[in-house]
């Protein structure tokens, strides 16, 4: 199963490229027919896209690569550092576009075959939004950062291009050329915005923030339904490394339980959290009731 959703992930990182360089190119045919710089912008931030989509691709690849003697908990946190380029990306992306649209502030231009133009940037959006949508689908449900942050930077672009499709339409329809580029720099202000949520939730990533609250809680009746013939559960820990969850907790029973019984404790512990948590990697560290509680603690039923 997780070799099906690995392989999974990497096919969509891989169509990515081919898809980024399609989108980028009618995006780019619509700013030379138009002259638009909000077109243009809109195709800045698409060239970013196929940087983004190549880092993606082999930081995945690497990611998913078995742990050995100098990584022993695998290689998963390197999509984070993908996600955080791709953000890195995003905003310089955004500094490109309010550099071309302030120079153009001061002599708007007026619009060349606006409605082929925006025909084919429609397009490009709407393929945007599909591929979006699966990437953004896949990444949550398979727990890969680098394909969320791709489908998410996707996303803030098919805003772009909607944003830019109904200020173009107002100046063709006003006659006000002065729209276009002032367009193009609230499109870019949009980006930063999305870029910085890309690079912080990543961040949150390299920095083992625990899992989301929904998952704890799951977790917590899971481990309490199936502890039965231990005395407590506390200092309970949780975090992700990208589509891995690490779980850790003290297991606390009889200062005379035999180490076989504790075992299988512990393995029926393990099985219950991984069916919450698939993949999940469990550590156990089992201690006699004299010592005394810390940390999360969770009730044991029975």
């Known amino acids: 199963m997780v070799e099906q959703r690995d392989?999974?992930?990497?096919?969509?990182?891989?169509?990515?490229?081919?898809?980024?360089?399609?989108?980028?190119?009618l995006k780019l045919l619509a700013w030379w027919l138009t002259g638009s710089v909000a077109l243009l912008?809109?195709?800045?931030?698409?060239?970013v896209n196929v940087i983004a989509a190549f880092i993606a691709y082999f930081v995945i690849r690497y990611a998913q690569k078995p742990a050995d003697d100098d990584h022993p908990y695998g290689h998963?946190?390197?999509?984070?550092?993908?996600?955080?380029?791709?953000?890195?990306l995003i905003v310089v992306a955004a500094l490109l576009i309010i550099n071309e649209?302030?120079?153009a502030l001061g002599d708007p231009q007026v619009l060349n075959a606006p409605a082929l133009g925006l025909a084919i940037n429609f397009v490009a959006g709407l393929i945007n939004l599909v591929w979006a949508r699966t990437l953004i689908r896949v990444g949550k449900s398979h727990r890969s950062p680098a394909l969320a942050a791709d489908g998410h930077h996707i996303m803030s672009d098919v805003v772009t291009s909607i944003g830019v499709l109904v200020g173009l339409v107002l100046v063709v329809v006003t006659g006000y050329a002065i729209l276009d580029p002032l367009l193009a720099i609230l499109v870019a202000c949009n980006i930063i915005f999305q870029g910085w949520k890309v690079i912080s939730t990543s961040v949150d990533g390299l920095m083992d923030k625990a899992v989301d609250v929904s998952d704890v809680e799951a977790l917590k009746r899971a481990i309490a339904?199936?502890?039965?013939?231990?005395?407590?559960?506390?200092?309970?820990?949780?975090?992700?490394?990208?589509?891995?969850?690490?779980?850790?907790f003290d297991l606390v029973v009889p200062a005379d339980m035999k180490?076989?019984?504790?075992?299988?404790?512990?393995?029926?512990?393990?099985?219950?959290?991984?069916?919450?948590?698939p993949g999940g990697r469990v550590t156990i560290h089992v201690e006699p009731e004299s010592e005394e509680a810390h940390g999360v603690g969770v009730a044991v039923k029975g």
């Not at 969509?12 to 399609?22: D, T, V």
């Not at 912008?41 to 698409?46: I, K, Y």
């Not at 998963?76 to 890195?88: D, F, P, W």
């Not at 180490?259 to 948590?277: F, N, T």
Request: proline share 1%; hydrophobic share 50%.
């Open 225 to 248: 339904e199936n502890a039965d013939g231990s005395l407590g559960v506390h200092y309970l820990r949780t975090r992700r490394g990208g589509s891995v969850t690490f779980v850790a």
């Open 101 to 103: 649209a302030v120079a």
């Open 7 to 25: 392989n999974l992930v990497q096919r969509l990182a891989f169509w990515g490229i081919p898809l980024a360089f399609g989108v980028m190119g």
């Open 41 to 47: 912008s809109d195709g800045l931030e698409s060239t």
């Open 259 to 277: 180490v076989v019984d504790a075992h299988r404790i512990c393995d029926r512990l393990e099985a219950a959290v991984q069916a919450v948590l």
């Open 76 to 88: 998963h946190k390197a999509e984070y550092l993908s996600a955080v380029v791709e953000g890195v």
